[in-house]
């Protein structure tokens, strides 16, 4: 979902806190707190239902990129397509729920270069479990 700027009717980008958001004008719109809220929980939910299916695929994807972390340093969901890939594992909507729990940190943002993804942002991670 594209926020809209309510005053010049652009498209709002990056968060300055939760539910503030800017437009190329600096212009500030706001999102109530209660519908971040309600967005979480519904993502949570999706990813448990999710974990629940592909348990197996999941340990294998998230033991690969624990331990590509501690090689490297960063890893990102990319990495862990290609991991997929070259097993023939199925990529799928539960490649997000890798990342989850304790043992992640979030250190940055980059671009997919995975063609399918369209250059969508992806966040670093690493292990510091």
Same mark, same amino acid.
């Given at each position: 979902?594209?926020?809209?700027?309510?005053?010049?009717?652009?498209?709002?980008?990056?968060?300055?806190?939760?539910? !503030?958001?800017? =437009?190329?004008?600096?212009?500030?719109?706001?999102?109530?707190?209660? #519908? @971040?809220?309600?967005?979480?929980?519904? *993502?949570?939910?999706?990813?448990?239902?999710?974990?629940?299916?592909?348990?197996?695929? !999941?340990?294998? =994807?998230?033991?690969?990129?624990?331990?590509?972390?501690?090689?490297? #340093? @960063?890893?990102?969901?990319?990495?862990? *397509?290609?991991?997929?890939?070259?097993?023939?594992?199925?990529?799928?909507?539960?490649?997000?729920?890798?990342?989850?729990?304790?043992?992640?940190?979030?250190?940055?943002?980059?671009?997919?270069?995975?063609?399918?993804?369209?250059?969508?942002?992806?966040?670093?991670?690493?292990?510091?479990?």
């Amino acid at each position: 979902m594209t926020r809209v700027c309510p005053t010049c009717r652009r498209p709002t980008y990056a968060t300055v806190s939760p539910g !503030i958001w800017k =437009c190329p004008k600096n212009h500030v719109t706001t999102m109530p707190l209660s #519908g @971040i809220t309600e967005g979480r929980k519904r *993502r949570d939910d999706a990813l448990d239902l999710l974990e629940d299916h592909k348990p197996s695929e !999941i340990e294998q =994807c998230r033991t690969y990129a624990r331990e590509l972390s501690k090689e490297k #340093g @960063i890893v990102t969901a990319d990495d862990v *397509r290609s991991y997929c890939d070259a097993q023939g594992i199925a990529r799928g909507p539960w490649l997000g729920s890798i990342f989850r729990g304790a043992g992640w940190e979030m250190v940055g943002w980059t671009q997919s270069t995975d063609p399918v993804q369209h250059a969508t942002g992806l966040r670093q991670w690493r292990w510091i479990g």
